[in-house]
């Protein structure tokens, strides 16, 4: 896969050089042959120039086969600096959605198990794990509030869904002690019935609330101020919570 | 290494555990019978009780030994989620500061190399290292500016030091193409320096330049607001730049 | 003016009762009888319920002839409360833009004198200085850098201009001692250049400089979050001076 | 009453000018005649400058007599701005606080009726009124919530106080159609009791909820940053109903 990004709209376009065809994009066309090998950059039909490059991990992301609303690098990330893992890790996620979560973890960790309790969005989260070519993922079509049991040594419980307290009313003994329980809820409300939960336990130490926010700059000669309209847009809070 | 939260308090305490010698604060103190072996809590001769877990990576940053300012779990989460690597990348990073960037990022990835101009510093980050237990960085005590042609088939560059232009005026040959370039800044007035230096300059593309803030929440029965005084503080910009 | 607010879609719409007409819009028609005297709901021929309300002085500003952008109450509002000023100050401001900014101020304070460069501009203020029937501006086709010495006894100077600094070169003895000069402006290069000025001149003191955020908050039954799109949008930095 | 900026350390005092006396700080002392008439700078015994204004609005409210805590500057600000009233306008307020929103809003408008049920903060209000040399606010040691029939034609209803329901559940026919009542709460929380109560009431429309931030900025030569820890903290979310 090659991004080619447009000079003069800044449009990123994705080609698939495997297919070895012209390249066709509502700003001209580019010939297979101006797109082989190591270029930098090429010129269509139309005179316009686009940067030419291989497409990275998160270029990839790009073009995820989409389903259910995908997590934020800004989110994925700072649970894994967060969360106080490594790549010897084994992470525990519900709900897949997409895969986008477990693939992100997949890239830095060793092993992740992702349950979903929905078949068609099961379906979406193989396509992505292949194309992405990630091999250490195990996909189950389950309930995870049902096979919590099953787990065990899990560094990281990662739970992006409506209910997560389903979840949290287990034991989670196979959670290892003072490894963290991550939930990513999009509302206060969720928040709170998680944290009246946790009031009711010995086994739960809440340590910590947050939001992670993005602002984007445009910086340039004479101009120096947040983005307009790409700006900030919520997404989620972030929930840690400590097995005792 | 063993972390103890008082649970009336809620400061967070570090205990070697190596040393096996009882634990003293100015909340009492406790036995080191009370605190051998896999218990969950422990309580004080002052009668107070305390959560007690093994240590993890992010509890053990918090024992770094301290030189530079560290960068924050916010920042580092996000350059790892959205530069496109993954644990077979190697990574350049100067200056190593604390060493806290280089330790993060070789607890994901595959190899770092380190540059930090300053010997007491250098001094600092191999201790870090060396608590931290990573085998995968290397330090140079050295001037990247002047070195960056030592290097090869780089993954990501992470230049957190005041003037990253100093690196940015070479070629660059070593970085990937389509590879990012971060800089790590703390004011506008670098990244315009930043912005002047590539728009003279064919071979580097600037995709992004954004923030990360991180909102601390407190949400209890009764109570669901923002963290008083623990709230947002900057730290610094990302530019995200990519090799052409 | 009334306010009609539909109870299925939330949209907001604007009716002129001095008119006497049906009401239309792609929600139905109100015949003018529902609308008359002091009815509280109103329902169109297509059975949607909606919310009728007298205009205030906020809703009548979402109907102001549109020229060029117009400042937000949040920026205004915060102007209003930090600049030390009350219902006997005369403000002077430039430039005038759409009129949206002297208007707000002229409805809190004695007198407002408006400099806009633009006969064009001009015409717009005019008509929306009418529309709100406000009668203590008085509007000046010109340009303040050269007519900021005719004005005394200023208790706010109001700056929202590309080039603040045009008015800023000058004495300013018009200015009241301690007073505050408020430039609004919307690049952090704007202010590079307004505080190398100050730097240069010892009758002025810079106290503060700022940027207002709003977020905009959901809260139902089971939901609470901050909107989706609806969220932060940058629009200007204040700079606060003050006169010495 | 003077302000004295200390040109070294920024520090901001506060000069009694109608005492006659010398003045003493931490940084030196400075004769009384040295501040007499309309002086602009001043030195003290220590040679240190200092910058000499007279105390505005906005500065004298820094020496209010403190009891609750004071509404900041950013929310008084939007509140005056977004809720469509004029100087004209009549307000009623509770809980009175340290009487910082009433002197605030009757610096602007018409009159204020001011509520607070403790008779030690109506003292403290009393005090700040007399201070601010404020003529149009009427002061009541009382529960607004018992006392709300009595009052009409009210332009905007501002409460400040732990539990705004109590006000809510009235009828609050005193409010004109169409007016605001907005609600100062620092928690969700507290906020999802007032939606609770008004989706049960069809006098009550929510426009808007909203939190209002201010992030304040150093930009100097070569600098250009948020301040580090004089950032955002929060203070309360607004929440916007008019009366049906």
Known sequence: MKVLISKKTGIYYYYNDKLKQDFHCKEGFIKKEDLSGDVSTAKSNTNREFIVFNANKYDLT???????????PKDLGYVLARAGINKNSFIVEAGGGS???????????????????KSDHCNIIKKNIEYMNIDNIELFNADLSEKI?????????FLDMPEPC?????????????????????SISQIQEITKLISQRNDYYLEEISEVILRHWRVWEKVARPEHRKDIDHTAFLVFIRKV
Chains 1, 2, 3, 4 share one sequence.
């Open 99 to 117: 895969g986008a979560a477990s693939i992100f973890f997949a890239s830095f960790v060793k092993k992740v198990h992702t349950y979903e309790i």
């Open 62 to 72: 790009k073009k995820y086969k989409r389903g259910p609303q995908i997590i934020t």
């Open 166 to 186: 389903c979840v949290l009313e287990n034991k989670l003994e196979g959670v290892k002690k003072g490894a963290y329980i991550v939930c990513y809820v999009p």
């Open 149 to 157: 049991d099953d787990e065990s040594n899990i560094d990281l419980l």
